[in-house]
């Protein structure tokens, strides 16, 4: 089913029962991985509030939560190279596992920043979980933990993530299938 947001073209790309078998597996993962280890999910605002309160509860281990709020994007189709902290996080992670709950991984400058951030508190580990990741863009020096789907570099929608603070809402992540970025970015 096609989609149409400002003459741009949509189409499904991952359709909601692929996120919510990925988010059950993902959780099956975490859950392994920290028991007995009393995490904090750190969701990064805004993109990662929807997938990171359903993989919330894929977790079969108590499990705080905390939020925090970056922008890197701006209201463009492409990353501002720029990135801004916009509400901080109020737990104390000194000593404390943390995950690191993202959208999507493109650039790899918010993660980086959010690792650098949360490293100098001295964490007993800081993990990420990013529901998608375009490998194709993102230079990092580090790996990501948990990857739902790696996709291509075009533009995606839905499940968290925006155009212009719209279209979050959607159950499924959709791709623009019409012509490149770059024709309509900045
Ligand atoms: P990065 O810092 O370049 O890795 O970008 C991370 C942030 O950019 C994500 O948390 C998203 O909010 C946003 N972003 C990156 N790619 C897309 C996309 O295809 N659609 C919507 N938002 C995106
Ligand atoms: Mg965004």
Do not use: C
């Amino acid at each position: 089913m096609h989609l149409t947001v400002d003459k741009m073209t949509f189409d499904v790309l991952i359709s909601r029962q692929q996120i919510e078998q990925r988010v059950r597996e993902l959780g099956e993962q975490i859950t392994r991985d920290y028991r007995d280890k009393n995490p904090i999910l750190m969701i990064v605002l805004n993109g990662g509030f929807i997938f990171g309160s359903d993989l919330m509860r894929a977790l079969d281990i108590p499990v705080e939560v905390d939020f925090i709020k970056i922008s890197s994007y701006g209201d463009q189709l492409t990353s501002t190279g720029e990135v801004k902290m916009k509400k901080d996080y109020d737990s104390l992670v000194g000593g404390r596992h943390i995950i690191v709950v993202e959208d999507i991984v493109d650039s790899g400058l918010s993660v980086s920043f959010l690792k650098n951030k949360f490293e100098m508190q001295q964490p007993a580990s800081v993990a990420f979980a990013t529901l998608l990741h375009k490998p194709d863009n993102s230079r990092l020096d580090f790996g990501l933990e948990y990857v739902g789907f790696e996709i291509g570099p075009e533009f995606v929608i839905g499940y968290g993530l925006d155009y212009k603070q719209n279209w979050r809402n959607l159950p499924a992540i959709y791709v623009r299938v019409d012509g490149r970025e770059s024709e309509h970015g900045a």
